[in-house]
């Protein structure tokens, strides 16, 4: 399975439920990347999304404890669940928050990742996977610049 995450210089992704720093042409490449895709995301960052609605043209796979329906969306209650009905789809990536990357961790086998040269201050982080041996960036694009930041695309690929 694979996932998509942003993340700055010190891995951390986000603070108080939302990103602190977004890169525009970050929103455009994890557009591009989910297009056409199911997507397992958390309720607490659906409702970070702008509108707090289901991703439009993927199909989105909603983790939440709570007995909701959501329109557009098909809701799990368990990870298990979420895995289950991912496998209708040919393609499916996790796309956070913070609890569903620490819990879908163990079925990545490759993650996309976009590296913002900044640290402001984060309360969530994902892992280091420069630390981490069973994983290798096997690509990496050519170092990008919005408004004096620097950003950078990567794909991470399990060992
Ligand atoms: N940098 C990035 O690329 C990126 C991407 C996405 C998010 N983020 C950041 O991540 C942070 C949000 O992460 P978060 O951990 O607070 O929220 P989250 O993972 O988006 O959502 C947490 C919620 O998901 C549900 N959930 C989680 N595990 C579950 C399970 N096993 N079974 C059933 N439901 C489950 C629960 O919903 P209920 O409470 O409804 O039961 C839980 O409260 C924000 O700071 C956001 O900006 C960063």
């Not at 399975?1 to 942003?6: E, F, G, N, P, R």
């Not at 659906?46 to 557009?72: A, S």
């Not at 960036?137 to 695309?153: I, L, M, P, Q």
């Amino acid at each position: 399975m694979d996932a998509i995450v942003a993340v700055y210089s010190d891995w951390g992704i986000g603070a108080r439920g939302t990103q602190p720093l977004v890169i525009p042409a970050d929103r455009k490449h994890f557009r591009d990347l989910t297009q056409g895709a199911a997507v397992i995301v958390g309720r607490k960052t659906l409702g970070d999304v702008p509108g707090g609605r289901p991703l439009k043209g993927r199909h989105n796979i909603v983790i939440t404890r709570q007995p909701i329906t959501i329109e557009g969306a098909e809701v799990a209650h368990t990870t298990e669940e979420a895995l289950e009905l991912a496998r209708q789809y040919d393609r499916c990536l996790v796309i956070g928050g913070d609890s569903v990357f620490r819990q879908f961790f163990p079925h990545m086998d490759r993650v996309f990742i976009t590296k913002i040269d900044a640290a402001p201050h984060s309360d969530v982080f994902f892992p280091d996977l420069d630390a981490d041996p069973n994983w290798i960036c096997t690509e990496e694009s050519e170092h990008a610049e919005h408004e004096g930041v620097g950003y950078w695309f990567c794909t991470y690929e399990r060992t």
